[in-house]
Each structure stands twice: as C-alpha cells, then as structure tokens.
C-alpha cells in the first residue's frame, strides 16, 4: 500500500519560502508509471492544484503559481520537495502530497490523485 | 471562483438519493477531459471516489456512482447512509488555464 508523508515548518514568515517534502512508502519513485503532485487547500476552502513532478524530474506547474515554484525530487531517497518563494497570507493553507493516476487514458491531463498523505498546515505569518 | 461550479449543499434522509452536479465549459469538461470524484471527512484527506466519470476504485461502495453529459458530471449517492457525511469535489482539467481544476466543494447532510 502507498504511503505519503508531508514534513517541513508550520509557520513561515511573510516574503520568505515555504518548503515541504514528502516522503513516500510502500511504492519506489523510480518506477517510470507515476507522477507526484501537491495540492493545497486554504482554510474553509477548496482544493487548489499545485503542481506535478516525474521521477526524472519533468514538472508541470499551475501557471498562477509558477513564478514563486520550484518542485524538485530526489529517488534514492523516494522523496519529492516544494518550495514556494516570496509567501504571503494567502499561502497559508493544508498541503497535500499526492500519487498521480491515469483516467481513461495514460493522457497526462485525464490524471487524477489516487493516494494522499494526510496535509500538513503551513501558517504565513510574522 | 472556481471553473467548476458545484451546489454548497446538497442533503436527504438516510436511504435516500441525492446527486451532485459539476458544471463546466468548453475548456474542461466539454473538452472530453475525465471527471473525478473525491470524499473529503473533516480533517481527513480527500479520497478518490470515482475516477475516469464512473469507474469506481477498489473499496469504494457500489451506492457511488459518476456520470457525465456535455459540458456538465454528476455523482450520485444511492442508500445514503450517516457515513457519507462529508465534503464532496469534482475535478478535471482546463485547457485554457493549462491546469487542473477542482469543483467549489458540496456538503452532503444526512438528515
């Protein structure tokens, strides 16, 4: 069964970087099926898609997000990283780590997110 | 304000029906993109319910299930039970934003 965990501080300052990691168990990154993905999801809110990541590295960003966001990953230690520059309020959310799966098609834009880890509360706040 | 727009609130008596509606455009579910249906508990994290408009994962009760038609889905809750209290999301992806999308969100009662 696959396993995702969310790490990283819970409160950040405003204009700095928020920075998550999700560690994944019970499935290893290398294998060439999957894309990873973060999700976020302010307080009382819906759901906002973040962006994806592959094992070699290839991501695919919201483009509202894109000039404030860096996902990188790192196999030999199944893990995959967010970093979102220059945060105000408005970042402070639940952040979900997530497995990417096919719709009806392998076609990237039919994915939908089968496996979450549980969120991890990230406060911008000075 | 969400490109897929869902009622904020749908309720019924338990072993009643109700559905959810998702209503898109031209650029997302109109488009041919898949719909996905997610179960979100308070304080848990969402859970794919209905993947690819109908198809139900492993574990996931048969009284689920997940249509589409033009540019709108729906999921529908057969025999609701007290259980099936929780927040509900459509998603899909939107061409014009070049991104994924979730529904604003329905809150299903049971009375």
């Known amino acids: 069964q696959v396993q995702l965990q969310e790490s990283g501080p819970g409160l950040v300052k405003p204009s700095e970087t928020l920075s998550l990691t999700c560690t994944v168990s019970g499935y290893s990154m290398r294998t060439t099926t999957y894309y990873w993905g973060w999700i976020r999801q302010p307080p009382g809110k819906g759901l906002e898609w973040i962006g994806l990541i592959y094992y070699d590295g290839k991501t695919f960003y919201n483009p509202s997000l894109k000039s404030r966001l860096t996902m990188s990953v790192d196999t030999p230690e199944n893990q995959f990283s967010l970093q979102l520059n220059s945060v105000s309020a408005a970042d402070t959310a639940v952040y979900y780590c997530?497995?990417?799966?096919?719709?009806?098609?392998?076609?990237?834009?039919?994915?939908?997110?089968?496996?979450w880890g549980q969120g991890a509360l990230v406060t911008v706040s000075s | 304000q969400s490109l897929l727009t869902q009622p904020p609130s749908v309720s019924g008596a338990p072993g009643q029906r109700v559905t959810i509606s998702c209503t898109g455009s031209?650029?997302?579910?109109?488009?041919?993109?898949?719909v996905h249906w997610y179960q979100q508990v308070t304080g848990i994290a969402p859970k794919l319910l209905i993947r690819a408009i109908s198809d139900r994962p492993s574990g996931v009760p048969g009284r689920f299930s997940g249509s589409k038609s033009g540019t709108s889905a729906s999921l529908a809750i057969s025999g609701l039970q007290a259980e099936d209290e929780a927040d509900y999301y459509c998603?899909?992806?939107?061409?014009?934003?070049?991104?994924?999308?979730f529904g604003s969100g329905t809150k299903v009662s049971v009375l």
């Open positions: 031209r650029s997302n579910i109109g488009a041919g993109y898949d």
């Open positions: 998603q899909s992806y939107d061409s014009s934003l070049s991104a994924y999308v």
């Open positions: 997530a497995r990417s799966f096919r719709g009806s098609t392998w076609t990237r834009e039919n994915f939908c997110f089968d496996f």
